[in-house]
């Protein structure tokens, strides 16, 4: 759907339901209206940190509850006005969220889900047993209705406007935290980690802002509805919020804040659509969610289907020159896992155009290699020089914006960005991404799914984003493993224009009919040290480098 059409859909949408709530809705329809649009701030809230991001977090009912504490206490207690009350609520949560992100974001997934719960029910526990302060399982009487200036907005008709205008704030944040070029590399993020870090994206910063983010929206929630029912128990942090959240965003569709809003519009009203069914209602509503879940695996959303781009036809561009031209230098480097010593004293240097064939039977460390200059993994000896400065121990993201980006064995991409995006995501301009695709002669997919490349397709991908990145040094792990003739040669090519260029290339390959006429030098690794270096025709008569691949068996 066009940008355009989308917009006309949305104006649609909420015209709509600007009419129902003005012209129809009664009190009893405009309080539920409310109430929905109450859990949509949330619901959008919830999708930046566990929709975009597929962090699980089970904290946002204690962002939410918090929020509705913070608002009702510095009412009841302090005496604050309505705008006030509305940034404590706010704050609070996000304060918190801060705090705990700097430990908690660093977990692995369910270890993360775990801690977000820790938290949770201690906020719960902290809620029923301070009484002096939260009126403990009673709760805080006596929240004032929402007044801005001489302006009522306590019940009925301004309340759902406020809070729906609410809404509309919380939906336009959202959208400038995930549009365009941000969204894609926070999909890249999700869906490849390992290679937005290595493309420079730096995913601590984003983790950070969507979690503070997403407790904002909770505490913002919490605060208005702590003005809308007057009362705050601590019921406010019970588990069951977190869950009705949790299900309005997966059934809206994790990708699409409008997608929240609608899982909250629906599943608020849904009880009271059922309501007539008396004892099955339960039942009814269950298997309304089920169905959902499993005939709208993409959410609501997804009924809307999605943008896509149209490129320009280029053919094959020409390369630019690389843009620094860096040397990459590598001292008695050594790592070990354990008792396996996968790098013994490695040293080695590039220099800018030059093509490094790395070569090593499989475990000889040529992938701990790459890991190493590229930053996922640090040494335990040795160090590491780009472009003359020291880059040992540094992150991927910062080794990756100094110019040396990576691929992987194993190609790491976001499955359901276009192939254009996925260029997009990394490339500092939007708009040079066609051409960097052009250059290794992937223009006519651009539209395609990354997900549905063929395998030799998406080792082009990878090179096209580590371009796009600004590399000037590309480590390329295996990139032409399952490869045929044809598939070769085109890459062979590619990697000799890219030379040409300027760059610097550590390739690793078995192959050495693909890598001998390509190299300028060769490094043979075995058990994690140097056995041959030197001219490709030399290393591959080199005695050392055909035992360490063949063994103490005769050719
Ligand atoms: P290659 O890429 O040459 O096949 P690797 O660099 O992947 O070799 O592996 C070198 C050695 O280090 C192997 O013995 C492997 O099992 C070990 N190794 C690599 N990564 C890890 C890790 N993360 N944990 C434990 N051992 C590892
Ligand atoms: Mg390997």
Known sequence: MSDARSRLALGIAAGALAFYALFYAGDYALHVLTRAGIYAIAAIGYQLIFGRLGAL???????????????????????????????VGILLPSLLAAL??????????????????????????????????TGGANGLYGVPPAEIGTASFGHGLPLTILVWACVGLALLVSHRMTAGRRGLAVETLREAPLAASALGIDGAAIRFRFFVASAAFGGLAGALQAHAVGVVSPDVLQFHVLVLILAMTVI????????????????????????????????????????????????????FGKRTTPVIERGEAAIPRSPVPLGLSVET???????????????????PGEILGLIGPNGSGKTTLVNLISGIEKPDDGRIWLGGADNTGRSPEYIARSGLCRSFQHPQIAPDLTVLESVEAVAPERESAPERLSEVGLSGRANGHAGTLPPAALKHLEIARALAAGASILALDEPAAGMNEVERAELSALLKRLADAGHGILLIDHAMDFLLPLADRVICLSAGQVVAEGMPRDVARDPAAISAYFGESPL
């Open 57 to 87: 977090s089970l904290a946002q009912g204690c962002f939410f509850g918090l929020g509705a504490y913070a608002a009702g206490l510095g009412a009841v207690e302090f005496g604050l006005g309505f705008p006030l009350t509305l940034a």
């Open 252 to 303: 809206g569709g994790r990708a699409s804040p409008l997608g929240a809003v609608l899982g909250a519009l629906l599943l608020i009203h849904l009880p009271e659509w059922f309501r007539g069914f008396a004892d099955y209602y339960l039942v009814i509503y269950g298997a309304a969610l089920l169905a959902a879940a499993i005939f709208l695996p993409r959410g609501l959303a997804g009924l």
């Open 100 to 133: 705990i992100a700097i430990p908690v974001l660093r977990l692995a997934s369910h270890y993360f889900a775990l801690a977000t719960l820790g938290i949770a029910q201690l906020a719960l526990l902290v809620a029923t047993n301070w009484t002096e302060v």
């Open 333 to 351: 480097v050594s790592k070990r896992f354990g008792g396996v010593i996968a790098l013994d004293g490695i040293s080695l240097t590039l220099t």
